[in-house]
C-alpha cells in the first residue's frame, strides 16, 4: 500500500467542538446578579408601600381610644358611622355615577376622535395633535373659573353633569391620543379587506377593529374612571348640595377645624379605595397592554 493510498485509508482526524464564545464582563455582569440584590430593594418598596395601607385599615378596625398596632377586637363601628350618619351611602352612589358615565362618555368620544387621527390626512392634523399634547401641561386649577362661570350661564351648578363634563373635557387629550396610536397598530388592509366584501366603513369598524381595540378601550376607560372617582376640585367647586358631593369631598367633611375622627376617616379611606382595587385586579392583564400597545407607535 502506497503512502496516497494508506492516507485515503486513514480516517479524518475529528475536530473538537468548537468552545462557546466565553461571555463578557458585561454580560456575566448582568447574568450573575445575586437574587439577595433584586429582592431586597423589591421588599424594601413594598413595605415601604404597604405601611401606609395597613395603617389606614388599623384605624379603620380597632376600636375608637385603642393604641394597639394588631387591630383586635375587630369593630366595624367606623364604618357603619360614615355609611349612615356621615352620608357616605349617597356619596357612593354619587361617585359610581359620575365615574361610569364619565367612563362611557370619554371613551366614545375618544375612540371616534382617535379613529380620524389615525386614519385620516387633514391640514391642522399635527397642529391639532401639539394642542392636545399641550393641554396636558394646563392644570385642572385653571380651569375652574371659566368652568364655572359656563355651568352657571348653563344653570347646572350644584348638578353631577357639570362634573360629568369636566372631567370628560379634562381627560379627553390623553385618551384621544392613547386611542389613535393603539389604531395605528392594527393593520388597514383589514379594514380595506371588509370594504371589498361589502361593507360600509362604519361596518368594518365596528366588525373588524373594534374587537381589536379592546384593551385600548379598557386602558383608556379605566384611566377615566379612576381620575373621576378620586378627583375633588370640580366636584368641591361645582357641587354644594350634601345630596350631590361625592367621596373625596365627603373625606374632606371628615377633617374639622380643631379635631379629626381618624377611625371614620379611615373607614371612608377603605370605602373609596376598595373598589378601584378590585376593578384593577380584574382589567390588570388588559390595562399593561393597553397602555404598552397605545404608547409604542405614535
Known amino acids: 500500500m502506497s503512502v496516497k493510498e494508506a492516507t485515503k485509508a486513514a480516517p479524518a482526524p ?9 461571555p463578557t464582563k458585561r454580560n456575566r455582569a448582568w447574568d450573575e446578579v445575586p ?7 423589591l421588599s424594601i418598596y413594598l413595605v415601604f408601600t404597604l405601611i401606609p395601607f395597613y395603617w389606614i385599615l388599623l384605624f379603620s378596625l380597632r376600636p375608637s381610644g385603642s393604641t394597639s398596632l394588631v387591630p383586635w377586637p ?3 363601628d367606623h364604618f357603619e358611622k360614615v355609611w349612615t350618619e356621615r352620608s357616605f351611602g349617597t356619596y357612593f352612589q354619587n361617585s359610581v355615577l359620575v365615574g361610569v358615565v364619565t367612563l362611557l362618555m370619554t371613551t366614545l368620544v375618544a ?4 379613529y380620524a387621527l389615525a386614519r385620516f390626512n387633514f391640514k391642522i392634523k399635527r397642529a391639532f395633535m401639539l394642542a392636545l399634547l399641550c393641554s396636558q401641561f394646563v392644570p385642572g386649577a385653571l380651569l375652574l373659573v371659566p368652568l364655572f362661570e359656563i355651568f352657571a350661564e348653563l344653570q347646572m351648578i350644584n348638578s353631577l353633569g357639570s362634573v360629568i363634563i369636566a372631567e370628560t373635557v379634562f381627560q379627553l387629550p390623553l385618551s384621544m391620543i392613547l386611542i389613535s ?12 379587506a371588509a370594504w371589498v366584501d361589502g361593507c360600509n366603513r ?11 381595540l379592546r384593551p385600548g378601550l379598557i386602558a383608556v376607560g379605566s384611566f377615566a374612571f379612576v381620575h373621576s372617582w378620586n378627583h375633588f376640585l370640580f366636584a368641591l367647586m361645582f357641587l354644594n348640595n350634601q345630596e350631590k358631593q361625592t367621596i373625596p369631598v365627603g373625606l374632606n367633611t371628615l377633617m374639622g377645624a380643631d379635631s379629626v375622627d381618624l377611625g371614620a376617616l379611615a373607614a371612608g379611606g ?3 379605595a376598595v373598589p378601584v382595587v ?4 380584574f382589567i390588570q392583564k388588559w390595562l399593561i397592554t393597553g397602555f404598552s400597545a397605545g404608547a409604542v407607535k405614535g
Request: no cysteine; net charge positive; charged share 15%.
Open 202 to 212: 362604519f361596518t368594518a369598524f365596528r366588525i373588524v377593529v373594534l374587537p381589536l
Open 35 to 41: 437574587r439577595w440584590q433584586i429582592y431586597l430593594p
Open 111 to 114: 375612540l371616534a376622535g382617535g
Open 270 to 272: 377603605i370605602i373609596a
Open 74 to 76: 375587630i369593630t366595624f
Open 278 to 281: 378590585i376593578v384593577f385586579a
Open 14 to 22: 475529528v475536530r473538537a467542538a468548537p468552545e462557546p464564545p466565553r
Open 181 to 192: 396610536n393603539f389604531i395605528k397598530n392594527v393593520p388597514y388592509s383589514l379594514e380595506e
